[in-house]
Structure formats: structure tokens, C-alpha cells
């Protein structure tokens, strides 16, 4: 199975399994002398750890993560980076095989089973194995040290969706997302998401939900034209994550509803003397390059495929049957994303700061001058 990095600067690589030893990476590429703590990585995963409360999954994973190499550590405290290699490695605990005994031979619609048989004619079924989101902690891991490459950057993100029901925007407080088991920045639909996800997980169901991230703080400049566009390369490594299966970059598909005036982001000069945008609508990129102004990307995620209905399938000798799903599922896939998606973009940023300065140096270059940044 090929195809297990991403970035090209910044470059992530992940392994293992779902219910395997052990889970990781290598970021390879990360600049050397940036210091950062194995708690600070520990944080991170901590966001996405499943069974932190009833809307998630109940599988206990403590996502303990060892730093293998790459760093030294700094008389100060913590860790700085060398230039070398990052092994990142999560152990595995709490893998329940036997949940998965009576599905091996048959594919689980909405999974991957079907498809890595039919691909590589053998599959880890335990799981998901590879295809388990599982996986995804390792890239939290890594966005944890992609941050560091870019200082002065926030990325957040907020789930905006979870079914029918969406948040009021005029109500957006950043604060209210870590009050609640949701990411949800609208503390009125915190109450209502709560009800409604009761109600689908006490039915074995489940449900979609859309992730919106905003990165701040972004140096213009970051992006290319053509074959390595900033959006290109945000919706690719969003794509990527499990259950994603639409990306918009600001105004996204509402741009299609919209008149030239309506979506013209008007310009004028701040107060530095620099341009600035007086709205958004392109969601901080013009031509895959980012603007400066917050880069705003959203991700639709399908509602979990595992659910306690028996659905319609085939199994692999070809007999046709019906399958249900056992083991411990999240109702709502959608809320752990929060914390990958903003993994996901750390990293592209970082990829494209490196890739920035590799072509044109360091700073901002103002087209009438002026300062850099
Ligand atoms: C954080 C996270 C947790 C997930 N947990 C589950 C789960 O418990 N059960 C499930 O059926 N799918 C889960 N998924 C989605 C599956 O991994 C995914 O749907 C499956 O591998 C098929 O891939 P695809 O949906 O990208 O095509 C999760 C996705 C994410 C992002």
C-alpha cells in the first residue's frame, strides 16, 4: 500500500493499524531549533481522544504519545527540534478484535472493506485496520508540531452542523467551543444538539456533520498558482480525512447564488498603509495564494457508517447478507474531526511556509512597499 505521506516540504508519513501494537509518524522536513513539549503534542490528542463523553465513541484510548527522535532536549525545558526526523508513536490499548470476529467476511457498507478487497485482495478487518480513522491521531500528532513552525498563526475550528440542525452565526463565540462536548461555538445549540444526538444514538443511529476551520495570522503570500494552490491543497488534505466527503473554501458552493458585486471582496488601504479586504467571500485565497485575510475552509462529514440497523451487503464468497454493527461507534463522526481538521491545516500551512520562503525568501514583499511582516 503506497501513498502513506503528505506535503512535500513538511512531510507527514503515518503507519499502523486500528488494532495493531501501535500507531505513528515521521514528520520529516520540520525546520530544526523550534522547541515544543511532548504536553503540548499530548493537548492536541487529547481533543480528539474518543469516550470523553457520550456523543463520542467509548472505545478508552489514552493516546499517550512517545517522541522517538528528531528533538533534544532543551536546557530550558521541553524539547527543540533538530531537523531531523519526528517519530511519533501511540500506542495501542484498547483494540476489541473479537467485536469484529463476525463481520470479516462481509464489507460493512460506507467502509472501506469492500474496497481494499477488491484492491489488494487482503484486508485487516480488525478494525478497519488501516482505513480505521484511528489513523487520524497520528496526524494530530503532527499537526501539534506543524504549528510550531508557524508562529503567530491560529487555527480553529468549530463544528457548524450536525444534521438538520445548524448553528446561529450571529451568535459565533470562539470560547463557547471548549465548554461543550460539540466544538460548537453557539451555546443555544449546544441544548439542541444534545437532544438530537440522544435521540440518534439511543435509535443505533447516526449523523452528518459539518467542521468549519478558520487559520489567522496567515502571512500572505503562502500558495501557488496553478499546481500548488493553497485551496487546492487545503480541500485535498481534508478530503483525505476519513468520513469527508465535500470542502468549501469561503463562500464555497453559496458562490454560485452569488452576483460578481455580492462576492467582490472590496479593497482599501489599513492602517499600516497595507491593502485590506473589506470582506471575505474568498475565504483568504485569490489565485492560491493566500490574501492575509483568515483563511475559512468547511468539510462535510457523512453520519457514521457503523450503526445498529442491519443493513443489505455481500460477503466475499459471494453469498448476499445483512449486516449490523457491534462494536463502539461514534453517533457523530463529525465532532471528533474538529481537532483533525485543524491538524490537517497546520500542516498544509507549514508545508507552504516552507515551500514559500524556499521560493521567494522570507517576509512579505507589500506590492508599493512598506514593510514585512
Ligand atoms: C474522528 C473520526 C472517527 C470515526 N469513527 C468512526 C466510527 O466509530 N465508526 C464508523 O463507522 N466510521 C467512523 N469514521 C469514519 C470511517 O473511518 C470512514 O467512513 C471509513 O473508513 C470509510 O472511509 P470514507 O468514509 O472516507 O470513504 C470516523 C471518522 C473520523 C474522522
Redesign the pocket.
Known amino acids: 500500500m503506497s501513498f502513506n505521506t503528505f506535503g512535500h516540504l513538511f512531510r507527514v508519513t503515518t503507519f499502523g493499524e486500528s488494532h495493531g501494537a501501535a500507531i505513528g509518524c515521521v514528520v520529516d522536513g520540520c525546520p530544526p531549533n523550534l522547541r515544543f513539549t511532548v504536553e503540548e503534542v499530548q493537548a492536541a490528542l487529547d481533543r ?1 481522544r474518543p469516550g470523553q463523553s457520550r456523543f463520542t ?1 467509548q472505545r478508552r484510548e489514552p493516546d499517550e504519545v512517545k517522541v522517538l527522535s528528531g528533538t533534544l532536549e532543551h536546557p530550558e525545558g521541553g524539547l527543540v527540534t533538530t531537523g531531523t526526523p519526528i517519530a511519533l508513536l501511540i500506542e495501542n490499548v484498547d483494540q476489541r478484535s473479537k467485536d469484529y470476529a463476525d463481520i470479516a467476511g462481509a464489507y ?1 457498507p ?3 472493506d469492500f474496497t481494499y478487497d477488491v484492491k489488494y485482495g487482503i484486508r485487516d478487518h480488525r478494525g ?1 485496520g488501516r ?3 484511528r489513523e ?1 491521531a497520528t496526524r494530530v500528532a503532527a499537526g501539534a508540531i506543524a504549528a510550531k513552525v508557524l508562529p503567530g498563526v491560529s487555527v480553529r475550528g468549530a463544528v457548524v452542523r450536525i444534521g438538520e440542525i445548524e448553528i446561529d452565526r450571529s451568535r459565533w463565540d470562539w470560547d463557547e467551543v471548549q465548554n461543550n462536548p460539540f466544538f460548537c461555538p453557539d451555546p443555544k445549540t449546544v441544548p439542541l444538539w444534545e437532544e438530537y444526538l440522544d435521540a440518534i444514538r439511543k435509535a443505533g443511529s ?1 449523523i452528518g456533520a459539518v467542521v468549519e476551520l478558520v487559520a489567522e495570522g496567515v502571512p500572505p503570500g503562502l500558495g501557488a498558482p496553478l499546481y500548488g494552490k493553497l485551496d487546492a491543497d487545503l480541500a485535498s488534505a481534508l478530503l483525505g ?5 465535500g470542502v468549501e473554501i469561503g463562500e464555497g458552493f453559496n458562490a454560485a447564488r452569488l452576483t460578481g458585486e455580492a462576492n467582490a471582496d472590496e479593497m482599501r488601504l489599513g492602517n499600516e498603509g497595507h491593502p485590506q479586504f473589506l470582506s471575505n467571500h474568498a475565504g483568504g485565497i485569490l489565485g492560491g495564494i493566500a490574501t492575509g485575510a483568515p483563511i475559512v475552509a468547511r468539510f462535510a ?2 453520519p ?3 450503526i445498529l440497523t442491519p443493513r443489505r451487503t455481500v460477503d466475499r464468497t459471494g453469498q448476499e447478507t445483512e449486516i449490523f ?1 457491534k ?4 453517533p457523530c ?1 463529525g465532532i ?2 474538529v481537532p ?1 481538521g485543524e491538524a490537517m491545516m497546520w500542516c498544509v500551512l507549514a508545508d507552504h511556509l516552507l515551500r514559500h520562503r524556499g521560493q521567494v525568501g522570507e517576509g512579505v514583499k507589500w506590492p508599493f512597499g512598506g514593510t514585512t511582516m
Not at 480525512?241 to 466527503?245: E, M
Open positions: 480528539r465513541t460493512r460506507g467502509h472501506a478497519g482505513s480505521s480513522a487520524t447516526s480525512i476519513n468520513a469527508a466527503k462529514l457523512k457514521t457508517s457503523s454493527t462494536g463502539r461507534h461514534d463522526v471528533r474531526a483533525v
